[in-house]
């Protein structure tokens, strides 16, 4: 489940990872190359459910900013 801080409601947090999953589904759907490490890694937006699954979320290397510079990651 997901870490709730003191004084934030559950659904405070749902609503978090409903707008990364949001966000997440623009980068795929712009072809933006996040979303090609996200292929790689087999993760799609809807398997970020909680604050366990941001772990599959891949990480952007400076090789990755440099491959794609300058407008590629914008």
Do not use: F, S
Not at 28 to 50: C, F, L, Q, S, T
Not at 57 to 71: F, G, S, V
């Amino acid at each position: 489940m997901a870490r709730v801080k003191k004084n934030e409601k559950l659904c405070d947090v749902e609503a978090k990872y409903v707008g990364l999953r949001r966000i997440l589904q623009q980068l795929v759907d712009r072809k933006h190359p996040y979303a090609k490490k996200m292929k790689e890694a087999g993760v799609r937006p809807e398997h970020i459910r909680n604050y366990a699954d941001l772990p599959l979320l891949p990480c952007t290397t400076k090789k990755d900013l440099l491959n794609n510079y300058p407008t590629g990651w914008l």
